[in-house]
């Protein structure tokens, strides 16, 4: 195995998975450019799998660091960065971002016999107390003073299928809904993915509504919804006859011990057209005696989806949180606004999944064929951080 270097993922991204010509040409809106776009689009890339969340930070490090061993042509500005990304081009990002994905499915990147599921679910980030940009929502304290603004999105990745893959944001302003732009969000990656490249949508509870639910129907995508209160005639029937009954199948989940419960022949709520509703309900014990339950609800047919891969979905939906949300924010600096403009807040976030995809294609498959051990995502950076000269160390 050569070691991981910033050159080396360099060389895959552009070749492996071809994004030479995005590189090249990722929409690039500027008039008169002097930095190459090729040089800002790659600097967003790896400054993210480096985890250099600030513009100024990316300033400093094109400046500091061997250039020629971080790839990038020349040193450049903060101002550089934002003008760019106030004129880049989302649709061709994101386009970018589902041919990346249609030719790791072709790679056979994800279990093969998985069904691929594409999550959904919405978040904040970017908070702060200057001037409202159109993204803003305001954040008031109890005697209704704005005190701070934050700014809301949906996020989708592919789930279920050994790697987690968060790939697309859609924003919403204050009146609109985030199920609202869950159904924009749903739309446009099928439209870009095809219709055949996932199995099934899994979401949240406040996603379990009939027009998000028609949205996946229209696009021939089961869904997978947590089913809560907001949905209590239904809540109700579930309750009433699960808890009179013994479950259906005891399941063993790692450590754990599952009870599980399965029926496809509950009424839908008045809106919902669908015929019938399956419900699956588990109820988890742990080793430390602690119990968890949850009811979900679906319209894939006991036929194609057996109660245990029921569960194994339903459970997927943790992967948008843990390996999305999570890592995006912690890791990744997905919290952290480098250009407080509504468009550079949507093109920086999808340059974050972009890069994000990278370092965990190059990580978790590139670099762990054979024998190889995997390395955390840390260990990657760190790596990457020790194997980086500053610029003066640069003779040739
Ligand atoms: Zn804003």
Request: hydrophobic fraction near 45%; proline fraction near 6%; glycine fraction near 4%.
């Amino acid at each position: 195995m050569s070691t991981p270097t910033v050159a080396a993922i360099w060389h895959y991204a552009c070749f492996v998975l071809a994004l030479r010509p995005f590189l090249n040409q990722p929409g690039d809106g500027r008039l008169h450019p002097r930095i190459p776009a090729a040089c800002l689009s790659w600097a967003l890339l790896i400054g993210t799998i480096l985890r250099v969340s600030s513009a100024n930070r990316l300033e400093w490090l094109a400046r500091s660091a061997d250039r020629k061993q971080l790839d990038l042509d020349r040193p450049f500005g903060d101002d550089a960065l934002a003008y760019f990304t106030e004129r880049l081009d989302a649709t061709v990002v994101r386009h970018r971002a589902a041919t990346t994905l249609k030719l790791a499915k072709c790679n056979k990147v994800f279990d093969e016999t998985a069904f691929i599921g594409l999550a959904i679910d919405g978040t904040a980030a970017g908070r702060t107390t200057k001037d409202a940009c159109p993204l803003c929502h305001p954040i008031k304290d109890s005697a209704g003073h704005v005190v701070a603004r934050l700014h809301y999105f949906t996020l989708i990745s592919v789930v279920g299928a050994g790697m987690t893959l968060p790939f697309d944001v859609e924003p919403y302003k204050p009146g609109d809904s985030e199920y609202s732009a869950g159904k924009r969000l749903l739309k446009r990656a099928v439209s870009l993915l095809g219709p055949r490249f996932a199995n099934y949508v899994v979401v949240d509870g406040k996603f379990a509504t009939a027009p998000f639910l028609h949205t996946a129907d229209a696009v021939n995508l089961p869904t997978i919804a947590r089913l809560k209160d907001n949905l209590p005639e239904l809540a109700a029937a579930v309750e009433a006859r699960f808890s009179q009954q013994p479950p259906k199948e005891i399941l063993q989940h790692g450590a754990d011990w599952v009870e599980v419960w399965d029926a496809a022949d509950f009424d839908p709520w008045s809106t919902l057209e669908w015929p019938t509703v399956r419900v699956l309900r588990y109820r988890q014990h742990k080793p430390n005696g602690s119990v968890v339950q949850a009811d979900w609800l679906t319209n894939f047919p006991t036929a194609r989806l057996s109660t245990r891969s029921f569960f194994k979905l339903a459970k997927s939906r943790w992967e948008i949180e843990n390996q999305g949300f999570n890592d995006a924010k912690n890791l990744y600096g997905m919290e952290h606004i480098q250009h407080h403009h509504p468009n550079s807040l949507v093109v920086n976030w999808l340059f974050l999944l972009l890069a994000l995809m990278i370092e965990r294609l190059y990580r978790l498959r590139y670099l762990h064929r054979g024998v190889h051990s995997t390395l955390t995502s840390l260990q990657l950076k760190d790596t990457l951080w020790l194997n980086l000269r500053p610029a003066h160390a640069n003779t040739s």
